[in-house]
């Protein structure tokens, strides 16, 4: 995905090299189709990039646009299975062998889906690899069963009020944005639906070569911040990201959340106002989303505290943040 970035700004005659200065990730690598690129660098390229571009639909563009068979053997173990459903179960065992950063979660019985999570990336920082991954699994599953099927749910979890429309007219479905999971779902009998290109002996070589390629690479864990932020951001428009409630969802008690933090020299005040910021940023540049949308969603019990609170974390408040983005001030009513 990064390297379809790259190539859609060369294309618009925008020099990749300072966006790449600023990711860590260096010309050497992109050039290199066996080099493993880090996640995290990967999601700011994809955030620089997008801007650079003047497009906020940048991960589903791509999506929409690249060869499936560039994912490789991924591709292939795919598309060699028998069933969609077992399609799936290996899109979960193997999806890392593609992106290290996103984890695969088939989901069966009542349905047929894939739950898309994060390892080692706080998610709140990415939109657009989320886009671009829901999108691919769409067109995955309609490239792979030779149909046209279409999700029955989708989910997301970051919020987006403008420019959704297109994402989903191309899914064929209503998309819940702020979502608390997210997910592509199907109806039940999709995963019983017979691929026209299933091999069961070249499926098998496949599924050797993805093990060995799997052996190669260690699952990214990530730090026990990102965990924590993973944990926080979700929370945040019911107002409970609180210790306790974060705690609980990370599987621990409140002590042992503050003795990893502590041992990591953190401190859960400064993760929480963290998340906010970064959340805050994407949020401004989504104008569809009011200012006072956006104190809910990151918490806020009144937009006056999310103004004073962005206002000491930046020197401006949130409306003037947002004019200036688009190249002038104005004054703000708080």
Known sequence: MTRLAIARLVAAGIDPAPLLDQTGITSAKIDDPDAWLAADGQVMLLNLAADALQDDLLGFHLAQEFDLRQAELLYYVLASSEA????????????????????????????????????????HVDRHQMEFWMTAMVRICRRLTGRD????????????????????????????????????????????????????????????????????????????????????????????????????????????????????????????????????????????????RIAWL???????AFTNSFRRWTGLTPTQMRTQSNGHMEADPY
């Open 84 to 123: 969609l459903g077992d399609a799936l179960t290996r899109a979960e065992r193997y999806c890392s062998i593609a992106n290290e950063s996103i984890v695969l979660r088939y989901i069966s019985g009542t349905m047929a889906g894939i739950r898309f999570n994060y390892a080692g990336i706080p998610r």
């Open 149 to 292: 099927i279409s999700p029955i749910r989708m989910s997301v979890t970051h919020p987006r009020c403008a420019r959704s429309t297109a994402i989903e007219e191309f899914v064929s479905c209503s998309i819940a944005f702020g979502a608390g999971a997210d997910e592509v779902a199907f109806a039940r009998g999709v995963a019983q639906l017979r691929l026209p290109n299933a091999d069961p002996y070249l499926n098998k070589v496949l599924v050797r070569q993805c093990e060995d390629a799997l052996a190669q690479h260690e699952r990214l864990e990530g730090s026990f911040q990102a965990r924590v932020e993973n944990a926080i951001a979700p929370l945040l428009p019911h107002g409970r990201a609180r210790v306790d409630d974060v705690a609980r969802a990370l599987g621990m008690s409140r002590r042992t959340l503050a003795r990893r933090l502590a041992e990591e020299h953190l401190s859960f005040t400064a993760i929480l106002e963290r998340v906010r910021l970064n959340l805050a940023h994407h949020y401004l540049k989504d104008p569809g989303l009011s200012v006072s």
């Open 298 to 304: 990151l918490g806020f019990q009144e937009t006056s």
